[in-house]
């Protein structure tokens, strides 16, 4: 019978090598000594040094001591059992840039079986590791920005161009009526819900300005179920996404400076609006007494501003 070999010719071999540099991954075989063999263009790309210069070298001439030692240790496992390897490593790029790579290796045998050395083939993984880790740092950004919009008191709502909520917080589902509330503890921020269905015709109209208009930023105050509440309206993706800020102005926790500043905002001069809004703060009489001390001081200074 005759031996496989006895058909082969330097022209086969040839024809292999140039196989092999045409493959665009880094391709390279090693002896069981450790010496490089043959590689292809693409590793030689790679480490920087021309295919002639890498034969005969060891990895511990091509690359860091670090990484020589760790696939020197892997080498004598292959070498030892013949199972092929598959594993991420780092690798200096001829640039300087350290890459993110799968190595595979597979034990390369004779006729008789015996393992005379190790091809090996290099996968760069780098843009895909990138990739991921951006994803991964999204996600948690995700997570952070929904942790924190529900930890804010203010109702906060988005909504895309066809005024569904793309999320909203349990502050908006409380401002904007308690079955709503209990709507979100079924449909957690209210997403995909219309926003028609929620909220007033007032604040439907401030949406739908700013989602045509494509203003930064609408504001305005109303009474809705016995509340005071200012609602900031504002494009978060001109045309396509809007978001609102809605504060309830007669809640007891806002803030004594605000409530004096919006009070001043809404009525520079005519007392017996602020006199309302005072009312509005709570039943406490002490409490919009005090409140109301100090609108009238605020209002007076600005008057005394304005002269």
């Given at each position: 019978?005759?031996?496989?070999?006895e058909?082969?010719?330097?022209?086969?071999?040839?024809?292999?090598?140039?196989?092999?540099?045409?493959?665009?991954?880094?391709?390279?075989?090693?002896?069981?000594?450790g010496?490089?063999?043959?590689?292809?263009?693409?590793?030689?790309?790679?480490?920087?040094?021309p295919?002639?210069?890498?034969?005969?070298?060891?990895?511990?001439?091509i690359?860091?001591?670090k990484?020589?030692?760790?696939?020197?240790?892997r080498?004598?496992?292959?070498?030892?059992t013949?199972?092929?390897q598959?594993?991420?490593?780092?690798?200096?790029?001829?640039d300087?840039?350290?890459?993110?790579v799968?190595?595979?290796?597979?034990?390369?045998?004779?006729?008789?079986?015996?393992?005379?050395?190790?091809?090996?083939?290099?996968?760069?993984?780098?843009?895909?590791?990138?990739?991921?880790?951006s994803?991964?740092?999204?996600?948690?950004e995700k997570?952070i920005?929904?942790?924190?919009?529900?930890?804010?008191?203010?109702?906060?709502?988005?909504?895309?161009?066809?005024?569904k909520?793309?999320?909203?917080?349990?502050?908006?589902?409380?401002?904007?009526?308690?079955?709503?509330?209990e709507?979100?503890?079924?449909?957690?921020?209210?997403?995909?819900?219309?926003?028609?269905m929620?909220?007033p015709?007032?604040?439907?109209?401030m949406?739908?300005?700013?989602?045509?208009?494509?203003?930064?930023?609408?504001?305005?105050?109303?009474?809705?179920?016995?509340?005071?509440?200012?609602?900031s309206?504002?494009?978060i993706?001109?045309?396509?996404?809007?978001?609102?800020?809605?504060?309830?102005l007669?809640?007891p926790?806002?803030?004594r400076?605000?409530?004096?500043?919006?009070?001043?905002?809404?009525?520079?001069?005519?007392?017996?609006?602020?006199q309302?809004?005072?009312?509005?703060?709570?039943?406490?009489?002490?409490?919009?007494?005090?409140?109301?001390?100090?609108?009238?001081?605020?209002?007076?200074?600005?008057?005394?501003?304005?002269?």
């Open positions: 019978m005759a031996n496989k070999n058909h082969a010719s330097p022209n086969d071999y040839e024809l292999y090598i140039k196989l092999v540099d045409t493959l665009p991954i880094p391709v390279f075989c090693r002896k069981s000594n010496r490089i063999k043959i590689c292809n263009n693409a590793f030689s790309h790679i480490i920087g040094i295919k002639e210069e890498l034969t005969g070298k060891t990895i511990a001439e690359v860091t001591p990484q020589a030692e760790t696939l020197t240790l080498d004598k496992e292959i070498l030892k013949g199972t092929d598959f594993y991420e490593a780092s690798l200096n790029n001829a300087g840039n350290i890459r993110q799968i190595i595979n290796k597979a034990a390369m045998r004779l006729n008789d079986n015996e393992i005379t050395g190790i091809v090996s083939s290099i996968i760069d993984i780098t843009e895909r590791k990138k990739a991921q880790e994803l991964q740092d999204a996600l948690n997570l920005a929904e942790t924190m919009l529900q930890k804010i008191r203010a109702g906060i709502v988005i909504v895309n161009s066809d005024l909520i793309i999320d909203s917080n349990l502050g908006f589902a409380r401002l904007i009526g308690e079955e709503n509330e709507l979100f503890e079924t449909i957690p921020g209210l997403k995909g819900a219309d926003l028609e929620l909220v015709e007032v604040i439907l109209d949406f739908h300005s700013i989602l045509e208009s494509g203003e930064s930023r609408i504001e305005r105050d109303l009474k809705y179920q016995n509340k005071l509440l200012t609602v309206v504002m494009t993706q001109k045309n396509q996404i809007a978001g609102a800020i809605i504060r309830d007669s809640a926790m806002l803030e400076a605000e409530i004096i500043e919006r009070a001043r905002q809404v009525n520079r001069k005519n007392m017996k609006t602020v309302q809004i005072a009312y509005l703060l709570g039943e406490n009489a002490a409490q919009t007494e005090e409140l109301l001390n100090s609108i009238i001081e605020s209002q007076k200074y600005s008057i005394d501003e304005e002269k």
